[in-house]
């Protein structure tokens, strides 16, 4: 675990971002080992929050009701 230097040549438009919550990588990043990965953060307190990439955002949201009101359903049945 330390602090590293982001060099890149002057004519590299490549952007690198923090392994743990996604900021922008400026000048320098924390780098530490998880396992078997070695990540890149912006701060030295981050190596103990990693969270797994894989987790979208949304999966906490409770699903999607589709049901349709009972005024909306009964007028497609008559419909059909």
Not at 22 to 29: A, R, V
Not at 71 to 79: N, V
């Amino acid at each position: 675990m330390s602090w590293q230097d982001l060099t890149k040549s002057w004519q590299d438009t490549s952007v690198d971002y923090c392994d743990v919550c996604g900021n922008l990588l400026i000048h320098t990043y924390w780098r530490f080992t998880d396992g078997d990965a070695t990540l890149r953060a912006c701060r030295q307190g981050d190596d103990g929050t990693v969270v797994p990439p894989q987790a979208p955002a949304w999966a906490d949201y409770p699903p999607i009701d589709r049901t349709l009101p009972a005024g909306l359903a009964a007028a497609r049945d008559a419909r059909e």
